[in-house]
């Protein structure tokens, strides 16, 4: 899995700016089921004491990513990117190994 430099760095800011101890804080990526693919991308936060001993902590940078077992089966080639275009702007992540994905993106099937 990547995290490209500007992912890492809106992360960063994002973390500053809502004043969360980014040594506690990390990103939590995982698959869930559903969408008009088949699954979902979910990016969120979470605190240090919520890490399960079968989540997958990667080191990127500053920032830490966590990723419970199941859902590093679809993330392992992941790239988590940040985008600021005219279109909008956010997290975006890309799943190479991924066949089929939703219009909007948000989904995907394999």
């Not at 990127?60 to 392992?76: I, P, Q, R």
Request: charged fraction near 25%; charge should be negative; glycine fraction near 10%.
């Amino acid at each position: 899995m990547v995290i490209t430099d500007a992912a890492q760095d809106k992360w960063m800011k994002l973390m500053e700016d809502l004043k969360l101890d980014i040594d506690d804080t990390h990103l939590r990526l995982a698959i869930k089921g559903g969408g008009c693919s088949g699954f979902q991308k979910k990016l969120d936060y979470c605190q240090t004491k919520d890490i399960d001993e079968l989540d997958v902590v990667t080191d990127h940078g500053e920032v830490k990513a966590v990723v419970d077992a199941k859902s590093m089966l679809f993330l392992h080639d992941a790239v988590v990117d940040y985008i600021d275009g005219l279109m909008g702007a956010g997290f975006n992540i890309t799943i190479p190994s991924a066949k089929n994905s939703c219009g909007c993106g948000e989904s995907f099937s394999t």
